[in-house]
């Protein structure tokens, strides 16, 4: 099995920046997947916000969120980081990581970023 623990949220006023951290571990977590930051903000879908390659020399971001976020890896400690700057209050939302494409059963609990308007 594998667990996900996403840390690093709070509350940041507009303009702001965070780190999120995403720690992977369990038997069956591999370095080499694709992983993803994923977000969902209250009474919308979740949604893939940025995605990184097992190497980090591929990224993908989505329109909201390119150049503003970064995402990026240590595989030596099974972590991806989510580097979000300029945050407005569009961005609050609960963000979570997981594989891309995600896998239900390896959503964790996430961590709540809330940017005031």
């Known amino acids: 099995q594998v667990q996900l623990v996403e840390s690093g949220g709070g509350l940041v006023q507009a303009g702001g920046s965070l780190t999120l951290s995403c720690e992977g571990s369990?038997?069956?977590?591999?370095?080499?997947?694709?992983m993803g930051w994923f977000r969902q903000a209250p009474k919308k879908e979740r949604e893939l916000v940025a995605s990184?390659?097992?190497?980090?020399?591929?990224?993908y971001y989505s329109d909201s969120v390119k150049g503003r976020f970064t995402i990026s890896r240590e595989n030596h400690k099974n972590a991806v980081y989510l580097q979000m700057n300029s945050l407005k209050s569009e961005d609050t939302a609960v963000y979570y990581c997981?594989?891309?494409?995600?896998?239900?059963?390896?959503w964790g609990r996430g961590t709540q970023v809330t940017v005031p308007s």
């Open positions: 997981n594989k891309n494409p995600p896998r239900s059963d390896y």
């Open positions: 369990g038997r069956t977590y591999s370095s080499f997947w694709t």
């Open positions: 990184i390659n097992y190497n980090g020399e591929e990224t």
